[in-house]
């Protein structure tokens, strides 16, 4: 049997604080693997857990190079050793590291939390989502001055009268802003171009052309040529702005109306054109959909298993993860916990403000889409704040 190997790591002292209490998380462990396929696995077979769990992989610079989690630490750390790898990258993986790093977590959820922290602030090399230089969700905006238009964007600016996200798929979302320009007929000119309404008075008569070929089809007002009114544009944006909303989706049957009969007029590629543009809207539906469900949905304290037969409670607002405490077992700790869920109940929860925070989200929304039935855990603010008053009453014996 081999020899486990343990020793001090200069660079690196741990993953770190976490959003998530401590008692989720077990004792961090480290070991330096052996050269030997098979001595490696049997050191994981004697010491890595079965549980839950974040593991890195850290280089001859002791640098942590990767981070990855699973359901099962052990099984997902032997692929690694199997004689036929999942994958390319994990052999790079395992030929760029000496040491091995892991950090039980009670439950898969937590793991995918605690995964998605530790990429954020360390940042490791072979780690491709969840890094703030590497791909990001992002946002679908309404702004831009006199002429607002739809756009998106990674990061949020002045610029942005209404912002709806955070939303995956980037490439997607590109093409989904495009289409809501065209459908709902808002310019995707440049914002240093002068806009001009025919409702507004002028000096001279001096005629105007469209600066682009989007007005000769139909689907740009011109607002670059005094063609619309202030009126008729700012009816366009409120209609793109209620369909974002969920709240008037009637241009899709518009829209499959005009496909249908363009490919009755054997107008294909018009139709064709017509197909994608339904396909990008429903898409953006979809995304929404999902969002708006959760902020609407997802607010309050969801139980879930702690170590050592405790429960953690993670606090939920707008669809997003604030904060977490453990179940409290002391006055103190009761104390504290009603005052933090009392602040939470009455704060207003923006749009995530840093990249953490909207994968954090990202990782809610398809995470309770996965289990539907966790939905019925989440228990209210004020029901969570009476669990701790009781508990105060009772001088914390064992609730029925």
Same mark, same amino acid.
């Given at each position: 049997?081999?020899?486990?190997?343990?020793?001090?790591?200069?660079?690196?002292?741990?993953?770190?604080?976490?959003?998530?209490?401590?008692?989720?998380?077990?004792?961090?462990?480290?070991?330096?693997?052996?050269?030997?396929?098979?001595?490696? &696995?049997?050191?994981?077979?004697?010491?890595?857990?079965?549980?839950?769990?974040?593991?890195?992989?850290?280089?001859?610079?002791?640098?942590?190079?990767?981070?990855?989690?699973?359901?099962?630490?052990?099984?997902?750390?032997?692929?690694?050793?199997?004689?036929?790898?999942?994958?390319?990258?994990?052999?790079?993986?395992?030929?760029?590291?000496?040491?091995?790093?892991?950090?039980?977590?009670?439950?898969?959820?937590?793991?995918?939390? &605690?995964?998605?922290?530790?990429?954020? &602030?360390?940042?490791?090399?072979?780690?491709?989502?969840?890094?703030?230089?590497?791909?990001?969700?992002?946002?679908?905006?309404?702004?831009?001055?006199?002429?607002?238009?739809?756009?998106?964007?990674?990061?949020?600016?002045?610029?942005?009268?209404?912002?709806?996200?955070?939303?995956?798929?980037?490439? &997607?979302?590109?093409?989904?802003?495009?289409?809501?320009?065209?459908?709902?007929?808002?310019?995707?000119?440049?914002?240093?171009?002068?806009?001009?309404?025919?409702?507004?008075?002028?000096?001279?008569?001096?005629?105007?052309?469209?600066?682009?070929?989007?007005?000769?089809?139909?689907?740009?007002?011109?607002?670059?040529?005094?063609?619309?009114?202030?009126?008729?544009?700012?009816?366009?944006?409120?209609?793109?702005?209620?369909?974002?909303?969920?709240?008037?989706?009637?241009?899709?049957?518009?829209?499959?109306?005009?496909?249908?009969?363009?490919?009755?007029?054997?107008?294909?590629?018009?139709?064709?054109?017509?197909?994608?543009?339904?396909?990008?809207?429903?898409?953006?539906?979809?995304?929404?959909?999902?969002?708006?469900?959760?902020?609407?949905?997802?607010?309050?304290?969801?139980?879930?298993?702690?170590?050592?037969?405790?429960?953690?409670?993670?606090?939920?607002?707008?669809?997003?993860?604030?904060?977490?405490?453990?179940?409290?077992?002391?006055?103190?700790?009761?104390?504290?916990?009603?005052?933090?869920?009392?602040?939470?109940?009455?704060?207003?929860?923006?749009?995530?403000?840093?990249?953490?925070?909207?994968?954090?989200?990202?990782?809610?929304?398809?995470?309770?889409?996965?289990?539907?039935?966790?939905?019925?855990?989440?228990?209210?603010?004020?029901?969570?704040?009476?669990?701790?008053?009781?508990?105060?009453?009772?001088?914390?014996?064992?609730?029925?």
């Amino acid at each position: 049997m081999p020899k486990l190997l343990e020793h001090q790591i200069p660079n690196f002292h741990g993953f770190g604080a976490s959003i998530l209490v401590q008692q989720t998380r077990g004792r961090i462990k480290r070991h330096r693997l052996p050269n030997d396929r098979m001595q490696a &696995r049997a050191l994981l077979h004697d010491h890595c857990p079965l549980t839950p769990g974040v593991y890195g992989w850290l280089d001859d610079r002791n640098q942590l190079c990767y981070v990855g989690k699973s359901k099962s630490l052990r099984k997902r750390l032997l692929s690694y050793f199997s004689k036929t790898p999942v994958d390319k990258k994990a052999v790079r993986i395992r030929q760029h590291s000496k040491t091995i790093v892991w950090e039980p977590i009670s439950n898969e959820l937590l793991a995918l939390i &605690r995964e998605q922290e530790l990429i954020y &602030r360390w940042r490791p090399e072979f780690n491709t989502q969840g890094q703030p230089t590497k791909r990001q969700p992002a946002f679908i905006c309404l702004g831009g001055g006199l002429a607002p238009n739809a756009f998106f964007t990674r990061r949020l600016t002045n610029k942005s009268e209404f912002s709806f996200g955070p939303i995956a798929g980037t490439g &997607r979302l590109r093409s989904a802003v495009e289409t809501i320009n065209q459908c709902f007929q808002l310019r995707d000119c440049h914002d240093k171009i002068k806009f001009r309404f025919n409702n507004q008075l002028s000096l001279f008569e001096n005629p105007l052309t469209a600066q682009c070929i989007r007005f000769e089809l139909g689907t740009c007002p011109g607002p670059c040529a005094a063609q619309c009114s202030t009126h008729t544009y700012q009816a366009n944006v409120k209609n793109a702005h209620q369909f974002i909303l969920g709240k008037d989706s009637s241009i899709l049957s518009r829209l499959n109306q005009q496909m249908q009969d363009a490919a009755a007029s054997h107008s294909f590629e018009k139709a064709a054109i017509l197909r994608d543009h339904i396909s990008n809207l429903n898409w953006l539906d979809r995304r929404m959909s999902a969002l708006r469900n959760a902020q609407q949905s997802l607010n309050g304290v969801l139980p879930i298993e702690a170590r050592k037969n405790r429960a953690a409670w993670l606090i939920l607002k707008a669809g997003q993860l604030i904060g977490s405490t453990i179940s409290p077992n002391s006055e103190t700790r009761a104390i504290a916990t009603i005052k933090q869920l009392t602040e939470a109940s009455v704060t207003e929860r923006t749009i995530p403000e840093n990249l953490m925070e909207m994968n954090l989200q990202l990782i809610l929304i398809a995470w309770f889409r996965k289990y539907p039935q966790l939905k019925k855990s989440l228990i209210p603010f004020g029901d969570a704040v009476n669990i701790c008053e009781r508990r105060l009453d009772t001088g914390f014996l064992p609730l029925p």
